[in-house]
């Protein structure tokens, strides 16, 4: 009996050995640059700063191209992300322009945002959003932290990845070099330059620190859950190992009758 | 199995169930003769009941918030993560609760093979079981759909193909379960419906599965039948309860793990881009418990060889009662089977670690390889090993082993 477990285990080794050597192998690409995330981890948490200053970068530099469409105005003042206030809340979402309607005549008008308003969007739709980027579509950010490999230190690292492409290399017409982009070739402009924009609370907006800002604040626009699930998943672990201990008495004591019959 | 019968306490209790025998049933789970060696292996039962429970909860309430529409599948599984209350939990739940329902009945599965818990007289177990294997894998499969992202959309297209490679008649299957001629809303609302009803199904073969075990009773590490029942065994409660639920428990933290930390470790990053038709995923694979099959599948040159090899792949599990002619249950006392049982699972690791490859070059070799001694284990080795085989001396009881002073 022994001998199976220890080969169980060996297979078990065995198996995340493999699934490790297959997440090598289908990301045949240069490393992703390294940072600190304050969200890794079990007690990993947004840092709000962080988190405004990528809002401020998302709204003055991705927004005229990229739509978050899965965010509310509201969910910049919940817990758990950039936590503004509800008043500078109110005014970020007045000061958008929401097309809002049919009125009472059949026709769509203007308004400023509410707090329950989606995001406006850039683009009405994916096809006009195409026609305006050289028939490239600029995803929506809502879940872009989920659904690349690498999550936010790949579009971190993407950001800083530009550079001029390697001699000898053929790219595409209206194509840029990054390093960090499978196949090398990317729709996007470098468009992150230092002190591109002027954060309020004094940050210097280097390009490493507008990277690193913005790919939190999309982090927590794919999962704003993710404070609540780490704090709620800590409680849940402790509660389970301490009814499993004493689950583990009571079944031991309980056990001890039979065995003592013998 | 032979045990006391249930004497009713009161004038209510034997008129209730001289009509429904529920007390009955209540007492004959209680007191349920198992025996008493049963390892933390056979408590996965358990723990797949608990799964099965889990996944019909939580999907009851996913499917009040969820919209079976191919334009909104993939924003209302992002309304169910951000608006319903708890939506994200339970959403993270269902979808790991499939991996971990698979994880336990690998397992189960597994210990079946090493034990001999297939062998006569518990033949109808092991079939029901495969069945409600074939369920959850055709469940699962269309759960993954559901959220009509890239891999769902792709994933369903690869899968349904397959039955265009019947002959004749295949392309008719294929534009009938498409309900159009390419995957599409028409797709996804039967898959919905049909997710939502197999479950039931499965959860109506557990009963069976459940009462079919109660006949002849648990088999058990030496696998060995019963001697003395007041030896031999403990009653099902509280002994095997506590136990399994102990097991359980600890199962529990594993999913917690993940479920709280780390929840979209076993998703696949391209399920978070809308479905498109009109873009190919550069690599299209199906969720991990299903890579042995699809390593297989794509083993086969033929595209019509490749489909029957895999559906073979299940069937020969169902006939396993026939194919192994070894008179002794337990790989215990079975020193060649052993080895040989320990080389599947290392041959099952293998396809599924393939079948998340690229099959080419020296996968789909391999791929191959480890394909033919799949169906070698169970068409050659399994029937021959029977005849050849020394195996060991049996313990006369399963309290022998017991006494000998081992433990």
Known sequence: MKNSYKNFFLIIIFTIFCLHLNLQASEERTSLIKTDWSFKGVFGKFDRGELRRGYQVYTEVCSSCHSISELSYRNLSEKGGPEFSIEVTKNIAESFEVIDGPNEDGEMFPRPGRLSDKFVKPYPNIQASKAANGGAYPPDMSVLVKARKGGAAYIYSLLQGYSDAPEGYVLDDGVYYNKYMPGNQIKMPNVLSDDLVEYSDGTEATVEQMAKDVSSFLTWASEPSLEARHKMGFKVILYLIILTTLVYFSMNRLWSRIESKE | ?407
């Open chain 2, 1 to 407: 199995m032979s045990e006391e019968k249930y004497i009713p306490k009161s004038k209510i209790a034997e008129w209730f169930d001289s009509r429904l025998p529920l007390l009955s049933m209540a007492h004959h789970l209680r007191e349920y003769p198992t025996p008493k060696n049963l390892n933390y292996w056979w408590t996965f039962g358990g723990i797949l009941t608990f799964c099965l429970i889990t996944q019909i909860i939580t999907g009851i309430v996913l499917a009040m918030h969820y919209v079976a529409h191919a334009d909104l599948a993939f924003e209302s599984i992002e309304h169910i993560m951000r608006d319903v209350n708890y939506g994200w939990l339970l959403r993270y739940i269902h979808a790991n609760g499939a991996s971990m329902f698979f994880l336990a009945v690998y397992i189960h599965i597994f210990r079946a093979l090493f034990y001999g818990s297939y062998k006569a007289p518990r033949e109808m177990i092991w079939i029901i079981g495969m069945i409600i294997y074939i369920l959850m894998m055709a469940t699962a499969f269309m759960g993954y759909v559901l959220p009509w992202g890239q891999m769902s959309f792709w994933g369903a297209t690869v899968i349904t193909n397959l039955f265009s490679a019947i002959p004749l008649v295949g392309e008719g299957i294929v534009t009938w379960l498409w309900g159009g001629f390419a995957v599409d809303n028409p797709t996804l609302t039967r898959f919905f419906s049909l997710h939502y009803l197999l479950p039931f199904l499965i959860f109506g073969l557990v009963i069976l599965h459940i009462w079919a075990l109660h006949i002849p009773g648990n088999n058990n590490p030496i696998g060995i039948d019963i001697k003395q029942r007041s030896k031999d065994t403990v009653p099902f409660s509280p002994y095997i309860v506590v136990k399994d639920l102990y097991a359980l428990l600890i199962f529990l933290i594993i999913f917690a793990g993940i479920v709280f930390f780390v929840p979209n470790i076993l998703g696949h990053t391209d399920n978070y881009i809308k479905a498109n038709p009109m873009v190919t995923p550069s690599h299209i694979v199906p969720e991990w418990y299903l890579l042995p099959f699809y390593a297989i599948l794509r083993a086969v040159p033929s595209k019509l060889g490749g489909v029957i090899a895999m559906f073979g792949s299940l069937f020969i599990l169902i006939i396993l009662p026939w194919l192994d002619t070894s008179k002794v249950r337990s790989a215990v006392f079975r020193p060649l089977y052993k080895i040989f049982f320990w080389i599947l699972v290392g041959d099952v690791l293998l396809l599924g670690y393939l079948g998340a490859m690229v099959p080419e070059g020296w996968y789909l070799f391999f791929g191959r390889l480890a394909t033919i001694y799949y169906f070698a284990h169970f068409l050659l080795i399994m029937p021959i090993l029977g005849f050849k085989e020394k195996t060991l001396p049996l313990p006369t009881s399963i309290s022998e082993p017991v006494l000998d002073g081992k433990n």
